[in-house]
């Protein structure tokens, strides 16, 4: 296992101003590492979970942190500030930065060691230690333990007040965040080092990225009192039924670790008993800042339960149909009526290969709606929905409701299977209901509706929708090519995005004229932003910083490849000049692809996928038309505001620090 931090990953004099510059130096540290492999795709997932949550903690420290498929192995980077960076911590700017890289899939092993850094954090001594050193090799054995820090002073822990049968008072306490990195751990070790300076016994339980062991059953009705600081929904909650209970969010368990022990005491002398319902247990329920599930706007958990079936969705559609693309592009289209190739394959014949790859495509297509179906369910309940929700997709099919179909059978199971979960059982029962009991209840419930009550209402609407689209044209088609472009590069890559790239990829499970005509639209307008950004660093290079136009290079190749992420640095640096023009630009090209009849069988865009389009060359052009659009408009709105950025080679400081000031 590769060391976490070196000396090369140590930077004791960060002369960064704001935090997006300080993860930038740190970064560009860990791509000299071979650790990150695209400085700008990390920096955006950085960005994002910085945007769920701030990442500055009381006592001078940041932690951005984030998982990314951009990371090769788990690395961190750490820095320190002379003059303090503003990470949102309620004490003021931060002194010492850590900047935590975790690749999507990172191994247990190196999730322990991160915890374990998380906890060391909360101790005064060794954050001490780090302002003090002067050697980044030392620096970097300090953090990785090898150092060790100077032992604290002995202290006595208070006695409790209302110690009672010889026994201090008991809290149990759940922590966790979004990424399940840092803030988990370090909540656990403020409220246990807390509870040790009060007298009170605190057991926590981490749900984050190095495990979930629970509680003991027997510690847990032991206990006086619970503590829920949590970013994401606690996991099992029932088990804390009966109890005092304090729901808070992460942060104010790192900094408010006294103050909340004190009120689980207050609310335990008060016989405050928190109503703790069973359900909500699911993956995808989001962060609330402590407020529970109910708490969260229905809109904002719906949302949330439909990207989840969407994200488990989407490798199907793209396997199934750039399979079935590459089948049409060498066989024509009248493979479909090809025999199986399981009776008859000859190794020779082009028609043979064709017939194969478009019967392997139709099998994963075939998966499309009830994983679409299953996978909502899920994130609305956990496994336990899986079964109904993947029966209640399969049914959607046979019943010929399509891909709305999904989407409702998705939502009912999850709702039966929510309402199952809150209706009190046995103890004895209780092992046998989410594999045997509620799958058996919530199948049966969600069959029924599908089969009997709004199956074929839902198939009616399914089919008026395709003959809608198949219908479109003239006016009607322009205004839906300009919306779909406007959503595509509004958020690029965010909820918008995925709600416009879910709506064509739908249409893929029944594909017609029209729902074709709309996939091309989508996937032409995803490639303007990072395209016509690429174009304006190009064009104008004084309008943009050093780093922008190295940024704007890279974009040349996302944006022929369909990554509209691309252009979100540039988004970032500057959203009211950026965002309206590659909205504009998008609308064109939208609008364009559906006035050229432009049709796309696969679920992706690029230039990789040109052959498998119809009317290419228009397609081609629509892209450029809204490129040129959204470049000079870009160019148009940067010229105009009177001032420009002030290269980082020549004011000897990065690209996130040395830009003047926008105007709107």
């Known amino acids: 296992m590769s060391e976490l931090i070196t000396a090369e990953l140590v930077d004791l004099d960060l002369s960064a101003a704001t935090k997006d510059a300080a993860a930038r130096s740190l970064a560009e540290r860990m791509v000299a590492a071979h650790r990150v492999t695209d400085l700008d795709g990390f920096l955006a997932?950085?960005?994002?979970?910085?945007?769920?949550?701030?990442?500055?903690?009381?006592?001078?420290?940041?932690?951005?942190?984030?998982r990314s498929e951009h990371?090769?192995?788990?690395?961190?980077?750490?820095?320190?500030s002379a003059r303090g960076i503003d990470f949102g911590a309620a004490d003021g700017p931060a002194d010492l930065i850590f900047l935590i890289a975790?690749?999507?899939?990172?191994?247990?092993?190196?999730?322990?060691?991160?915890?374990?850094?998380?906890?060391?954090?909360m101790d005064p001594e060794f954050t001490a230690a780090l302002r003090a050193g002067d050697d980044p090799g030392r620096v970097a054995a300090l953090i990785r333990g090898e150092e060790p820090a100077p032992e604290p002073e002995a202290t006595t822990p208070i006695p409790a007040a209302d110690d009672t049968a010889g026994r201090p008072f008991r809290i149990v306490a759940v922590t966790s965040c979004p990424t399940g990195i840092a803030h988990t751990y370090m909540a656990a070790e403020s409220l246990t080092a807390a509870g040790r300076a009060e007298g009170v016994e605190v057991t926590v339980e981490t749900q984050g990225s190095a495990g979930f062991s629970k509680l003991d059953p027997a510690v847990v009705a032991a206990a006086d009192a619970v503590i829920w600081a949590?970013?994401?929904?606690?996991?099992e909650r029932a088990r804390f039924r009966g109890k005092p209970l304090v729901d808070v969010g992460v942060k104010a368990g790192i900094n408010r670790p006294a103050e909340?022990?004190?009120?689980?005491?207050?609310?335990?002398?008060?016989?405050?008993?928190?109503?703790?319902?069973?359900?909500?247990?699911?993956?995808?329920?989001?962060?609330?800042?402590g407020s529970g599930a109910d708490g969260a706007h229905f809109g904002v958990r719906l949302r949330t339960y439909l990207m989840s079936g969407v994200s488990y969705m989407v490798p199907f559609v793209a396997a199934g149909g750039l399979l079935i693309a590459l089948s049409f592009a060498i066989g024509g289209y009248e493979i479909v009526d090809a025999k199986s190739v399981a009776d008859h394959f000859v190794w020779g014949q082009a028609d043979s290969w064709a017939a194969l790859l478009n019967q392997i495509g139709s099998a994963a297509f075939g998966f499309l709606v009830p994983v679409l179906a299953g996978y909502i369910a899920y994130g609305m309940a956990d496994r336990p929905a899986l079964v109904p929700g993947f029966v209640g997709g399969a049914i959607a099919l046979t019943v010929d409701a399509g891909f709305l179909g999904g989407l409702v059978a998705g939502l009912l199971a999850g709702a039966v299977v929510m309402a199952i979960q809150r209706v009190p059982v046995h103890p004895t029962l209780r092992g046998i209901m989410p594999v045997l009991v509620i799958p058996l209840i919530a199948s049966a419930v969600v069959g029924f509706l599908m089969f009997i009550v709004v199956g074929k209402p839902i198939a009616a609407l399914q089919s008026a929708l395709t003959d809608w689209l198949n219908g479109l044209s003239g006016s009607n088609a322009v205004i839906l090519g300009v919306v779909l472009g406007l959503m595509m590069c509004f958020d690029m890559g965010g909820p918008l995005n995925k709600v416009a790239y879910a709506f064509a990829v739908g249409g893929l499970a029944d594909p017609t004229d029209g729902s074709l005509k709309v996939m091309a639209a989508v996937m032409a307008a995803g490639m303007v932003p990072p395209l016509?950004?690429?174009l304006a660093t190009t064009v104008r290079k004084k309008l943009f910083t050093k780093t922008e136009r190295e940024n704007g290079r890279a974009a040349w190749v996302l944006g022929a490849?369909?990554?509209?992420?691309?252009?979100?640095?540039?988004?970032?640096?500057?959203?009211?000049?950026?965002?309206p023009s590659v909205m504009a630009g998008g609308a064109v090209t939208g609008a364009l692809s559906m006035a050229f009849g432009c049709t796309l069988r696969a679920p992706h865009g690029g230039i990789f996928v040109v052959p498998l389009i119809g009317e290419p060359f228009l397609y081609l052009l629509a892209i450029a038309a809204g490129t040129l659009v959204a470049t000079a408009l870009v160019v148009l709105l940067k010229g105009a505001r009177g001032t420009v950025p002030v290269p980082a080679d020549e004011a000897g400081a990065t690209a996130a620090d040395s830009r003047v000031g926008v105007t709107a």
């Open 230 to 235: 949590h970013d994401v929904e606690v996991r």
């Open 71 to 80: 990371v090769s192995a788990p690395t961190l980077a750490f820095g320190r």
């Open 260 to 289: 909340l022990i004190a009120e689980a005491r207050r609310k335990a002398e008060r016989g405050e008993i928190a109503a703790v319902p069973q359900g909500g247990d699911g993956p995808a329920d989001g962060a609330d800042g």
């Open 561 to 579: 490849s369909f990554i509209t992420e691309g252009a979100i640095p540039f988004a970032a640096a500057d959203p009211l000049r950026v965002i």
């Open 532 to 534: 016509a950004m690429a």
């Open 45 to 66: 997932d950085v960005a994002a979970r910085e945007a769920q949550m701030p990442t500055g903690l009381d006592g001078g420290i940041g932690i951005p942190h984030c």
């Open 102 to 121: 975790a690749p999507a899939g990172a191994d247990d092993d190196h999730l322990t060691i991160l915890s374990g850094l998380a906890r060391r954090l």
